[in-house]
Nanobody, 121 residues
């Protein structure tokens, strides 16, 4: 049994910063590619950033220059550092990470439970 546990959301003023964490726990052997998505009020879930197993990153236009995705393989954790936050960044943020458990030989993708980020103007 494996799961992803997110933390780090909260309320912040415009221009502030938050760091989200997404930790894989349970019978984890290793993590693969990691993604952060977000879903704002009345909006569809959208991709924010991606990090591959080799550390290669990609960002959507809304995240470029402000957000940084990173990973700590030793801790099976993916991070999202969010700087210069804007009210339009308000959303529930979800991680989506491939996990290889000790019970399988392949990666299975899991969603985190979501963490609320609210940016006040």
């Amino acid at each position: 049994q494996v799961q992803l546990v997110e933390s780090g959301g909260g309320l912040v003023q415009a221009g502030g910063s938050l760091r989200l964490s997404c930790a894989a726990s349970g019978s984890v052997f290793s993590i693969g590619g990691g993604n952060w998505y977000r879903q704002g009020p009345g909006k569809e879930r959208e991709l924010v950033a991606n990090i591959n197993s080799d550390g290669t990153t990609t960002y959507t236009n809304s995240a470029k220059g402000r957000f940084i995705i990173s990973r700590d393989n030793a801790k099976n954790t993916v991070f999202l550092q969010m700087n210069s936050l804007k009210p339009e960044d308000t959303a529930v943020y979800y991680c989506f990470v491939g996990i290889k458990s000790t019970m399988t030989s392949s990666f299975v993708a899991y969603w985190g439970q979501g963490t609320q980020v609210t940016v006040s103007s």
